[in-house]
């Protein structure tokens, strides 16, 4: 059990299997055993883990609930002040642009004709464009952008709602602790996304998937459905 800071592991998904980290000397009391053999808490030892983990996962084995710090040579960059960019597609829905470019913060939608989602359907519906994991792996270097899409709907974004957006993805939704590539065994079956963040220095990292979704999924589209809404989709 936690003390419910954080309700589900952002690599696995476990609920329950969550226990807080405590650091420092383990008194070695028999209460604290009990404690750590019924994964209510689990020792971080008496040096402070990269990103101060909160919270251990007995079910994948992972420390979570990180500060939203990336850790580079020259020390740790805040994850909110870095990132530029935000784009997001998923099959089936326009795509997503939320970025900072000449000074502004820009929330752009990006549809395709219905026309050529036509044409589309037609050619999976004869066996064709069969996606390969090849396909997947390459398209982690691409920046999501699909040429056949034309912009449908821009604004700006004032710099509070940039700031609130972006503490809700890496404080309640843990998006720096995420994994980058979600494939079922049955893949290539079911729905593909992509999401990618841009950071300063022309970093960027992209996360993609295949018929699974991250353990934040739902509160990732209930994050940006307002931002569809207004542009008028769904
Ligand atoms: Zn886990």
């Known amino acids: 059990m936690n ?3 954080i309700k ?3 690599v696995c998904g476990s609920t329950t299997r969550i226990g807080k980290i405590l650091y420092g000397l383990p008194d070695g009391s028999e209460e604290l055993m009990r404690r750590c053999g019924n994964e209510e808490v689990y020792l971080g030892g008496c040096m402070i883990l990269p990103g101060y983990p909160k919270f251990h996962c007995f079910e994948c084995d992972s420390n979570i609930g990180k500060s939203p710090i990336l850790l580079t040579k ?3 960059e805040d994850y909110r002040r870095i990132t530029t960019a935000i784009r997001f597609r998923e099959e089936g829905r326009p795509t997503l642009v939320l970025e900072k470019k000449d000074g502004k913060t820009v ?3 990006w549809t395709r004709s219905e026309a ?3 044409s589309d359907q037609a050619g999976q519906d004869s066996g064709e464009a069969v996606l390969t994991i090849d396909e997947v792996l390459r398209s982690l270097n691409q920046t999501t952008q699909d040429p056949r899409e034309s912009l449908s709907y821009t604004r700006e974004m004032t710099e509070e709602e940039w700031k609130e957006l972006l503490d809700k993805l890496y404080t309640e939704l843990y998006l720096h602790e995420w994994r980058v590539i979600f494939l079922k ?3 290539p079956e079911g729905k593909r996304w992509e999401l990618e963040t841009g950071f300063t220095k022309d ?3 992209k996360r993609v998937g295949v018929g699974i979704f991250p353990p934040y999924w739902e509160e990732l589209l209930d994050v940006l459905k307002p931002y569809y809404g207004e542009a008028g989709l769904s």
């Open 107 to 109: 929330l752009e939608v």
């Open 203 to 205: 970093r960027r990292l």
């Open 116 to 118: 050529e989602q036509d």
């Open 74 to 76: 020259s020390g740790g």
């Open 8 to 10: 589900k592991c952002p």
């Open 185 to 187: 065994s049955r893949f």
């Open 3 to 5: 003390d419910g800071v």
